[in-house]
């Protein structure tokens, strides 16, 4: 694919699309921030996929496409907001799946963004490099307001890192570890740590000047949105200002280290190592000038040591172990403040899917899975009035799914399926 080529920063291997490797599928044509196509392997080991093709079609606007699976236009739309999801509940031919989810919600603390070099770069605010002024913040986050008001249930309150899908990373602080919601001891903290109010009641830093921070938030998520503002309402009444900066993409000051805090979440993988080794002194950027793999700059050595006897340690007791040290690390450093764990809520239309695989099989996700389960078993539902209940049909099939895990950019994308018409089709 790539021998002929000479300049491989200016190659974008955009221009053709031959068949690299062994998946279910096979992507056949693109335009950015309209769509993907793809269609089936053929010749995949497991079995041909049961659709003719999948085609990823971009959406801004999430409410467009749900509106769009009511129509019978899409097929499934992952990533619902819970008033959605509640709304398709009571719609006909069409089936909610309300799961635990892989992903972690979390606020991030610019520690100071630095590169491997030593240098320091960004503007994030000093004050927050004080362990006490991070403690105050965190016991100053009602994570079960969030659940409830935010998230309508549909989510578990943040602890530790690995979200409680997966038991045997899963961890919790202990009760005289763990950081409950009181603004009285934040309070406390802070006036203990120095950081006195004056006569407005405004919290004040070493320098004398108010506390006021800055939060990056993703424009096109809600949670985000509706989450700012009751930290705005939590930290004001510790006197500390909050400004939250909503900007489509949030990458560019990130990666520049211009934020105070940040709105942050991952998925997590079965093996939790990658989420672990993006807080690794490794990933900092080489320069200032540089992008690492790096989420948030964060450094620690003993977060790095227990990294590294992780990776090495092949008893999956010990390093289960491990990996929940490394969660308690990261908890009581501040700099991540895990604040809930959000179901999986997507949609699709039962008249258009007979079947999909949801991962795991019991109570799992169809959206975002580690592999190709979802659409690879995904069977089409019969044609109206067929009567052959073999699941063939010739109808045009649309499914919603969510940008960010195909594409970098923010919406949602819909994925078409053209379903078989016999099963001669398939030769």
Known sequence: VWEKVGDFSKFNNDQQFPIVGNGPFVITDYKVDQYIKLKPNKTFWRGAP???EL??????DGDAAVAALQKGEVS???NLTPAQAAALKTQKDIKVNDAPGRRFYALATNPGARAKDGRTFGNGHPALLDPAVRKALFLSVDRAALVDKVFQGHAVEGEGYIPPRFGS????????QKRAYDPVAADKLLFAAGYKKNGEGKRLGKDG???NFRILCHATDPNDKAVGKYLQEWWGALGIGLTVECLDSVSDPWVKGDYDLAFDGWSVNPDPDYVLSIHTCGTLPATPKDTGATDNFICDKEFDELYAQQAVEYDTAKRADLVKRMQSRLYDTG????MAYPNALEAYRTDQIASITTMPEAAGNLWGQDGYWSWWSAVPAAAPGSGDGSGSSSTGVWIGVGAAAVVAAGGLLLLRMRRRATADDRE
């Open 209 to 211: 000047k108010p506390l």
């Open 55 to 60: 085609v990823f079609k971009y959406y801004k």
């Open 169 to 176: 990373y899963s961890w919790k602080p202990g009760p005289e």
């Open 50 to 52: 049961k659709f003719d």
């Open 76 to 78: 499934f739309v992952p």
């Open 335 to 338: 700099y991540m403040n895990i």
